[in-house]
């Protein structure tokens, strides 16, 4: 799981998030209230998505974002984590704890877990 979470807010406009994107080498960002309580994510195929229309900057990040989105806790275990990413096709999805992002888990996340189980 990465810790350092980037997040956007609803009122964000989208060429904000495209540079915390392009900035970052990331592909979503949790999307978060001013109390940092979880509401969804925006996607790269999101930006892309209004930014291909020419509305990016015109746009807010709540017109864009997707509210219902499949999410982890920190108490899951790994092999559900890895079971639900297969199942659904998910390539990374936020880690919730009391309603606040304190993660994210990736494949690349994933990736590594199996790496160290294969190590030893």
Known sequence: MTKQVITATEDMPLTEVIELLVKNNISFLPVIDGERNFLGVVTEYDVINYASSGEADRTK?????????????????FEKIVNECLTKRIHR????EGGKVVGIVSRRDILRQLLNLYSH
């Open 93 to 96: 999805a936020p880690i919730i």
């Open 61 to 77: 990040v709540k017109e864009a974002m997707s509210r219902q989105v499949v999410h982890f806790s920190p108490e899951d275990d």
